[in-house]
Structure formats: C-alpha cells, structure tokens
C-alpha cells in the first residue's frame, strides 16, 4: 500500500477543482519546505495535465510507477518552473533571483529618407536626434561631486529584497535602490541623481550604395546612456527610398517607359534615353512593337553585396500624331497605297446628305 501522500490532499483541492484552482496558490504556510515543496513541484505537474490526471485519477501513484524520475515518463520540470508559473503576473517577476545591478540603455531609432539616386551612388548624411545621455557633471554617477554612495538600508547593498510567500521565499529587485544596492548620498544638481541629460545629437552615417526602403543600418553606442555608467544602447536607422518620377525598382533592376516615333519604330534606329547616371543610347530594332521591353545591360541599381549591378528595362510606347499638314497626310496616304492599305469607304449619310442639297438648291 502506497505510503505517498494524495496529489488532491497535497494541493487542498476537490477532485472535481478546474485547472486554474489547481494552479492557485493555496499559501497554507507549511514550515516543512524542503519536501513538501518538491511533491506540490509532482502533484502540480500532475494535475495541471488532463491526460495525467485522468491516469492518476483511475491508478493512482501505480500510473507512474517504473517511470524515469516519477509522474509523466520524461521526469520532472524545474520545480522553480512550476512556481514561476503559478506566479506569473503577480508582482513576483523576479522569483528566486532576478538581474540587478544597471541596466543598459536603450537602442533607438531614426528614420532617413533618400532618393533614389543617393540609393543608387551611396551617399553620407548627417543627422541629429534626441537622446539621454551620460550627464557631464557627475559623469553618470548620479552623484554631486564630492559626495559619496552609501549602502541601501532596505536591502543592506545586496540589491534584492526577500518577500516570503506561502511556503517558500521570493526575492524581487529593490524598489528603493532599483537593484544597485547603494543609494546617492547628495544627488548632482544637474540630472537630480539620474546620471543622465536629454541631448541633441548629431552624427554621420554613411549609407552605402544598393541599399532599399526597410534596410536599416546600425550605429553602435548611439542610443541613450545606461543609468550609472551602464553600456550605451545602439542606433538603429531605418531606410525609406523616396519614389522616383520616372524610374520604377525592382530588386536591382531599373524600369521605365519612354515614347517612341512610329516611323523609328517601323525604320529602327537609335535614341538616347535617360538613365540614373546621364543618358545612355538605346538601339532600336526594325518593326519594333508598342509594349516591346528593351534592355539596357548594368544600368540599374548597383548590388549591395557587391555582385553584377541590375539592368534597366525601357517599355517602348509608339507615339502616333495627332495633327498632320497636308504633306504629311499625303505622304503617308501613299504610304499606305504602298502597303496595300484600302481606301477608306466613303461615308453614306455623308452621300445622302450631299444629294439632299443638290435637290434642294436647282434639282430638277
């Protein structure tokens, strides 16, 4: 006969208690921690699982028996797991032990704006952005010259307090000392004990060439001071590529629609055509099509890993006049005789039209 100690009993629940009662601290204030704290660490993980809980429920301790380390087959979680757990969101973040000391600052951000040009040649900008920065009078002590740093008196300098709960102890940051386990004896005038101003400050970065909106580029140590002479966080710039009036990107390729006379596309020829870096000429093959894509090789964006720089596409759109002389229209009616185009039909309400007046004015 099992000597261990009912999981339901341990843990002062009904056998018909939800999973969230089971997780409830039930703070009963046993003194006899060591062992009762690791059995509510086994009747938890139990409990809190409906599939072991229904074995434990028909078997009793007989459905782990065999097991590696006790209930579930693959041994126990942490006990501190458990405990973090049933904790969690309480006020205990820290439970048995948490980071003290400073911190470090934190990074920030700035977002720059470039053409596309600028993205296509690189390009070194200077900015200037708000930040908390190391204070120069205390040099980030916090402390007005002359004055000294003395022992906390809440946590007697160990930067944690001890709070008990339950059965078991909790330590938490100090709130007095938040964890640096001295306090300032005279606080510096200037930054009233923060060790830290608000700033403006100004560098220069250097963006280079290929880059495209969402990139972003790190400037170590441009982010705010940490309290106390803790690191200094980053900076971190987000890039935005402005839109360009006649280029569309695509990764590193270049795209752009120009007209083009029908008679140079019907002839062929060529013709310069604008480009991120001056004008370039563009060959035009006989019987050119409208929509007809062409291809400027190494015109486009350059690789930003250093590789082939992207191409430049030109979508030929054939232009057709709107007005022609009347040598023109000549011309180009031979042209089309030429071609063994038809003669237009003539227009019958127009013949109709025209045998009205005749009949009108002297039809016999």
Not at 15 to 20: E, F, I, K, L, V
Not at 179 to 205: D, H, M, N, W, Y
Not at 218 to 223: N, Y
Not at 326 to 347: I, V, W
């Amino acid at each position: 006969m099992s000597t261990r100690v009912d999981y339901y009993e341990l843990l002062e629940v009904d056998r018909t208690a939800s999973g969230d009662e089971i997780k409830k601290d039930k703070n009963p204030g046993d003194k006899a921690a060591e062992e009762k704290f690791k059995q509510i660490g086994q009747a938890y993980e139990v409990l809190s699982d409906d599939q072991k809980r229904a074995a434990y429920d028909r078997y009793g301790h007989a459905a782990f028996q065999g097991s590696s380390g006790g209930a579930g087959g693959g041994g126990f979680h942490d006990p501190m797991d458990v405990f973090r757990e049933m904790f969690r969101g309480s006020g205990f973040e820290d439970l048995f032990g948490g980071a003290g000391g400073p911190q470090r600052g934190n990074d920030l951000r700035y977002d720059l704006e470039i053409t596309l040009e600028e993205a296509a040649a690189g390009v070194e900008k200077e900015i200037k952005y708000r930040r908390a920065a190391t204070c120069g009078a205390c040099n980030g002590s916090g402390a007005e010259p002359g004055s000294k740093r003395q022992t906390c008196p809440t946590c007697r300098g160990h930067g944690q307090v001890v709070s008990s709960r339950g059965f078991f102890s909790v330590r938490q940051t100090c709130p007095h000392c938040r964890g640096q386990g001295t306090l300032i004896e005279r606080p510096c005038a200037k930054c009233s004990g923060a060790g830290r101003v608000e700033e403006t400050a100004k560098i220069k970065v250097r963006v280079p060439p290929g880059v495209d909106s969402g990139q972003k580029l790190r400037s170590g140590g441009g982010g705010e001071a940490g309290a106390h002479g803790a690191p200094i966080g980053d900076l971190y710039i987000f890039l935005h590529v402005r839109e360009h009036d006649l280029f569309q990107r695509d990764g590193d390729d270049l795209h752009t629609t120009i007209p083009i006379k029908f008679t140079l596309a019907a002839l062929g020829g060529a013709l310069d055509v604008p480009t991120l870096t001056g004008k370039a000429q563009l060959k035009i093959p006989p019987g050119t099509q409208s929509g007809t894509l062409l291809r400027l090789r190494g015109r486009g964006m350059p690789s930003l890993r250093g590789g082939e720089p992207g191409d430049q596409y030109i979508r030929v759109e054939i232009e057709v006049p709107k007005k022609l002389n009347a040598e023109q229209k000549e011309k180009l009616e031979d042209f089309g005789r030429a071609c063994g185009d038809a003669e237009p039909p003539a227009n019958p309400f127009l013949k109709r039209q025209n045998a009205f007046l005749r009949c009108d004015f002297g039809c016999a």
